[in-house]
């Protein structure tokens, strides 16, 4: 408990330390060279400074240093949590193969198709041919390397086992990706049922019932009650439309807001979401296989479980089950037996707390949680698949409610004159 005590203050210190260091960027040179022609470049360090120093170690006089500036239209292509992937299982493989990790960025960055990646690596394999631990020179980067990736990769080192632990990354990269796939595709169905619903109205009350309304005016008659509930809505539109779509803009801007700023805010948003019908059931498996396959790469690696149940905790993707891992570790850190804590919280199923059980007594925590993590990936493909099945019926419901009821609504008036002239 001690070792792991001591551990979690370590990295502390250790991202503490890095946030202090000066930020190293791009800057843009030009000068003469030894035989007096000038020339140009671009040169990465924390200071103008520092560039001009590593052109005169090159035997170029510096005429001109400034900051890169950042292109007017960024046109190039973002590096993606997938991207990252990728590059893992490729720096695995060649790992693997008894290529040097220095040789395997090389090649890696000078291969690959976005050049934001090619510099990601650029950037790596300098810091690390200067000395740095390849675990250090990758913490810049947090927004491609979080935390779990950058301690796991420090495991590696000092176990000497580093093919063995980028191969652990890659395959928990590649299954985190693509659950995060499924669970947005489960989230999209819904959303795309109700902005079709409402466009399909929008358009019909703004387009469509003012035509039948020119025609219902000449008859001089008093129109159904239905009739003119749906006019009076049009004419609401008609008149209103943009305080509509300002109060869309306006309320999707403040939950974004609220959400971006407020951590209660969040956490109400997470409670509330896995109360969904159908969808909270999926959010709940895909929390648990995110624990699960979070917890079984790092305790595989050597990271000791109180870090990894932080981890955990960080990679569940919602608050509830983050309070729950957290609540979790206070208990293991006391002494409590993981399955024993994990029943306290109320939140996870008695078979995943015997299959941890189980691991546990036998000294394979790693694969059961490995087993449990390949049971909740499948049942949540599972349930992702039926929901995709169910909506489409669905979708054509409420489409055809909608549409056939403004429909009805415009035909009233002719089906009663039918009946009066009959």
Same mark, same amino acid.
């Given at each position: 408990? +001690?070792?792991?005590?001591?551990?979690?203050?370590?990295?502390?210190?250790?991202?503490?330390?890095?946030?202090?260091?000066?930020?190293?960027?791009?800057?843009?040179?030009?000068?003469?060279?030894?035989?007096?022609?000038?020339?140009?470049?671009?040169?990465?360090?924390?200071?103008? +400074?520092?560039?001009?120093?590593?052109?005169? +170690?090159?035997?170029?006089?510096?005429?001109?240093?400034?900051?890169?500036?950042?292109? =007017?239209?960024?046109?190039?292509?973002?590096?993606?949590?997938?991207?990252?992937?990728?590059?893992?299982?490729?720096?695995?493989?060649?790992?693997?193969?008894?290529?040097?990790?220095?040789?395997?960025?090389?090649?890696?960055?000078?291969?690959?198709?976005?050049?934001?990646?090619?510099?990601?690596?650029?950037?790596?394999?300098?810091?690390?041919?200067?000395?740095?631990?390849?675990?250090?020179?990758?913490?810049?980067?947090?927004?491609?390397?979080?935390?779990?990736?950058?301690?796991?990769?420090? +495991?590696?080192?000092?176990?000497?086992?580093?093919?063995?632990?980028?191969? @652990?990354?890659?395959?928990?990269?590649?299954?985190?990706?693509?659950?995060?796939?499924?669970?947005?595709?489960?989230?999209?169905?819904?959303?795309?049922?109700?902005?079709?619903?409402?466009?399909?109205?929008? =358009?019909?009350?703004?387009?469509?019932?003012?035509?039948?309304?020119?025609?219902?005016?000449?008859?001089?008659?008093?129109?159904?009650?239905?009739?003119?509930?749906?006019?009076?809505?049009?004419?609401?539109?008609?008149?209103?439309?943009?305080?509509?779509?300002?109060?869309?803009?306006?309320?999707?801007?403040?939950?974004?807001?609220?959400?971006?700023?407020?951590?209660?805010?969040?956490? @109400?948003?997470?409670?509330?979401?896995?109360?969904?019908?159908?969808?909270?059931?999926?959010?709940?498996?895909?929390?648990?296989?995110?624990?699960?396959?979070?917890?079984?790469?790092?305790?595989?690696?050597?990271?000791?479980?109180?870090?990894?149940?932080?981890?955990?905790?960080?990679?569940?993707?919602?608050?509830?089950?983050?309070?729950?891992?957290?609540?979790?570790?206070?208990?293991?850190?006391?002494?409590?037996?993981?399955?024993?804590?994990?029943?306290?919280?109320?939140?996870?199923?008695?078979?995943?707390?015997?299959?941890?059980?189980?691991?546990?007594?036998?000294?394979?925590?790693?694969?059961?949680?490995?087993?449990?993590?390949?049971?909740?990936?499948?049942?949540?493909?599972?349930?992702?698949?039926?929901?995709?099945?169910?909506?489409?019926?669905?979708?054509?419901?409420?489409?055809?409610?909608?549409?056939?009821?403004?429909?009805?609504?415009?035909?009233?008036?002719?089906?009663?004159?039918?009946?009066?002239?009959?």
């Amino acid at each position: 408990m +001690a070792i792991a005590t001591k551990t979690s203050k370590q990295s502390r210190e250790r991202k503490k330390a890095q946030k202090s260091q000066p930020k190293v960027v791009t800057y843009t040179w030009n000068g003469t060279n030894r035989d007096g022609g000038k020339t140009s470049g671009e040169l990465r360090g924390v200071s103008s +400074a520092e560039i001009r120093a590593q052109l005169k +170690a090159q035997g170029v006089i510096p005429k001109g240093v400034r900051k890169k500036s950042p292109p =007017l239209f960024k046109s190039e292509k973002k590096i993606k949590p997938m991207d990252i992937a990728m590059v893992t299982r490729q720096i695995a493989t060649m790992l693997a193969a008894g290529v040097p990790i220095v040789t395997t960025l090389e090649l890696l960055g000078k291969g690959h198709e976005k050049p934001k990646m090619r510099e990601l690596l650029a950037t790596i394999v300098n810091d690390v041919q200067s000395g740095i631990p390849l675990s250090e020179a990758l913490r810049p980067h947090r927004l491609y390397f979080d935390d779990l990736y950058v301690d796991l990769v420090g +495991a590696g080192e000092h176990s000497g086992s580093l093919d063995q632990v980028f191969d @652990r990354i890659a395959t928990y990269r590649e299954k985190s990706e693509a659950l995060k796939s499924k669970i947005k595709k489960a989230m999209f169905y819904p959303a795309a049922v109700v902005v079709v619903a409402v466009l399909v109205t929008a =358009l019909l009350l703004l387009f469509v019932v003012p035509q039948f309304e020119d025609i219902f005016n000449g008859f001089g008659a008093e129109l159904p009650a239905f009739t003119q509930f749906i006019i009076g809505i049009s004419r609401w539109l008609q008149a209103s439309w943009y305080i509509f779509v300002i109060a869309i803009i306006v309320g999707v801007w403040g939950f974004k807001r609220a959400h971006r700023n407020s951590q209660l805010f969040r956490d @109400r948003v997470d409670e509330f979401v896995l109360k969904i019908p159908a969808i909270g059931d999926i959010l709940h498996k895909g929390a648990m296989a995110r624990f699960a396959r979070t917890l079984a790469t790092t305790f595989a690696a050597g990271v000791p479980l109180i870090d990894g149940l932080e981890s955990a905790a960080g990679a569940s993707g919602n608050a509830v089950y983050k309070k729950a891992i957290l609540k979790i570790r206070t208990e293991v850190m006391s002494g409590m037996q993981m399955n024993v804590a994990m029943r306290t919280t109320g939140l996870f199923p008695d078979m995943l707390i015997q299959m941890v059980m189980i691991g546990e007594e036998s000294g394979s925590l790693d694969n059961m949680l490995n087993k449990v993590a390949n049971i909740y990936e499948m049942q949540v493909d599972d349930a992702v698949d039926g929901l995709s099945s169910l909506i489409e019926p669905i979708m054509m419901v409420v489409i055809g409610t909608v549409v056939g009821g403004l429909i009805v609504g415009m035909y009233l008036p002719i089906f009663e004159m039918g009946n009066v002239v009959g």
